[in-house]
């Protein structure tokens, strides 16, 4: 031992004194058995408290004073005893992370108050894979000076077979804080009460790394003191009280991309800057991968970016590429895959079946033919050890590589029969409920049958729309796989069941697919009258949805032809509406008033009335556009009226008689009778008359705002159009949005884009 370090001072300076360990020990009220263990150096250096009642007691000069707090500073600081609690070696090419590190360094900074307070516990969970380690060991690089009484490190080995105990893990952490072997002894609650009391008066900063559960860490957990301690797992840790909880996510791309550069080397700095980022978005922006997928490029000089971004890109052998060495994802996963419950594995497995991005916890009972609340609770476990990302409200996802993973362990582990069971179950499922919740909206329909029950709740047309758009990524992939499958009727019966909802979500991308769909399946049935039905339908989503239009009429026109030849009025008519709607987006307008009066004539004929209506406010629409608004005014007002002198069905008179208000703003606007505008728009959304449909209610507060405007009430103007942007802006591209856009711009709103 030096014969600068504190023991032999202290030492030394009690012998100078004349005192006995006893005498020194009344003296300064440290324990003789403490005194004898910091004089032969088999625990550290003192905290201050302790330092100060010793140095009083002996009654030392300035400069020996000194000196004693010089050499128990260095011994507090001056490393770990044998048994190794040292950090580990630090990456020296960490990324990202600011805003945590920031949060991290944040918490460190409320310790300096008084030592009453709890020690601050902050919890860093997440997916495997995620650098939860780096993350902790790069805080204590950052924090190292706010922290002189030492850094200390603990390997919990939560993902292993046999956890390190919490009596285990005391007795590392109290060795490591200098505490005499003789002293570490007795039950695990008497090694706590040590530790605790041991960390009062430090500035220490304790990282317990790899978590188990709760039980394991709570015996870990100082009391009040100056410290700060970091647990990592990939458990959530609920049950854990007054902890700060930083779930860390993949890095962004820009990170990603940056963390892949530092790890590659020169094999990047030859690559372009996609392929660049192509390899990070197939490595799902995971430090482990991105680390894997640079390092595998650093070894093999010949590789290139764009080669492994080729070997990456085939999703059977992706996790296989990332290995390198000992560092394996698929392995880093498969410890968390171990650590479940059978349901829960399962449950993982086969929620790799859903074609969807996201999905609910139902859809998880259907894949293992359990209930809702079993389901949960395995998402929920799922959730705990990072294998699932919650999501939105009570949706669930998957990390891209994770998903990999999952299904690897479906195909190893269970029979194809047992994997088409469960994808037949789910497919049969989503398309039952996409049937019963889209025909909410159709006049013929309404709510579902008595009785019907499918695990969700479609009491409401309200929850039928948020149902079909939660899962309409799914419900969509399950129709092309019942096309696939010739399952031809169901998926004509599902695209009709949908053709009044379409109305409601024009801003989705896969309404094309929908009747594209249904119009072959209705061709492989054979049946003429159902294959125009669905040409009609396609001819309105190229136009509605893909702004399409010249292929929209010309798909309308070719349901006209076969309407003719089958002698059907009533499709006659709603091919030319549909012709109609396309060569009025054109600008075709003179087209488009003599398409809409025809059909207009054919349903007279007919005798359909709702075709009628339909018809009438499409010829309203063409008379606007060829510039006579006072026309149009009237035959949108003979639209209110018929609805009023015989109502159709009450979803149809709600859709139709919504747009003729709103078109009657527009043509009173043009007319420039302002006032009556406003009224108008006003006494739509104050009314019985609910807006279900987002665009259309844009829509009328866009006139509503222009009317303001006009009226010179511009902070009424702004508020009406900025909530006419909110309403327009999750559709996407949108000639209304523009407009609103626009308008909102011209009275210092907001910008233009």
Known sequence: MAADSFGPLLRGHRHAAGLTLEELAAASGVSARAISDMERGHSRAPQHRTLAALTAALGLSPADHDAMVTAARAGRAGGTVAGGHELPRAVGDFTGRRPELDLLAALADERAGTAAEAVPVAVVHGAPGLGKTAFAVRTAERLRDRFPDGQFFVELRGTGPTPLTPAGALGRLLRALGVGGRRIAGDEAELAALYRSVLRDRQALVILDNAADEAQVRPLLPG?????????????????????????????????????????????????????????????????ALRIAGNRLASRPSWTMAHLAA???????????????????????????????????????????????????????VLSRTDVTAAEDALDELVDLGLLQPGVGDRYQFHDLIRLFARTRLHDEEPAAERAAAQDRMVDWLLDVALVAGRWFEPAYGPPPPGWRAMVDLDTPEQAQAWLQAEGDNWIAALRLAAAAGDHRRVVDVAEAMHWFSDRWTGWANWIDVYTLSREAARHLGDPR????????????????????ADSAAQAMIGYGIAQDLGDLDEQG????????????????????????????????????????????????????????????????????????????????????????????????????????????????????????????????????????????????????????????????????????????????????
Do not use: K
């Open 224 to 288: 009040p003191g100056h410290g700060l301690v970091i647990v990592t797992s990939r458990r959530t840790l609920a049950g854990l009280e007054g902890v700060h909880r930083i779930g860390l996510a993949p890095l962004s791309p820009a990170e990603s991309a940056a963390l892949l550069r530092a790890v590659a080397g020169g094999a990047a700095e030859r690559a372009d800057p996609d392929t660049v980022d192509e390899v990070a978005r197939l490595c799902g922006n995971l430090p482990l």
């Open 311 to 365: 070997r990456l890109s085939d999703t059977d052998r992706r996790l296989a590429n990332l290995t390198a060495g000992d560092l394996a994802v698929e392995a880093a996963f498969a410890l968390s895959y171990a650590q479940l419950s059978p349901p829960a594995r399962q449950a993982f497995r086969r929620l790799a079946l859903v074609p969807g991005p996201d999905f609910g916890a139902p859809v998880s009972a």
């Open 530 to 549: 159902l294959q125009l039905t669905h040409v009609n339908y396609l001819a309105w989503a190229l136009s509605e949805c893909a702004m399409r239009h």
């Open 574 to 753: 709603w091919a030319l509406i549909y012709a109609s709607q396309a060569y009025r987006r054109l600008g075709d307008h003179q087209r488009a008033w003599e398409c809409s009066d025809r059909a207009e004539r054919r349903f007279a004929d007919s005798g359909n009335h709702e075709g009628h209506l339909q018809a009438l406010t499409t010829r309203a629409h063409s008379v606007y556009d060829l510039g006579r608004p006072e026309e149009a005014l009237g035959t949108y007002q003979e639209v209110l009226d018929r609805l009023v002198d015989r109502p159709p069905s009450p979803n149809a008179a709600n859709m139709t008689g919504l747009i003729a208000h709103i078109c009657i703003a527009r043509c009173l606007s043009a007319l420039g009778r302002w006032r009556e505008t406003v009224d108008r728009c006003e006494a739509v959304l104050a009314g019985d008359r609910p807006v279900h449909a987002d665009r259309l209610e844009g829509d009328l507060r866009l006139w509503l705002g222009r009317a303001r405007q006009r009226l010179g009430d511009h902070d009424e103007a702004r508020r009406q159009l900025r909530r006419a942007v909110e309403l327009l802006e999750p559709i996407g591209h949108d000639p209304l949005l523009d407009e609103a856009r626009a308008e909102l711009a011209a009275l210092g709103g907001q910008p233009t884009g």
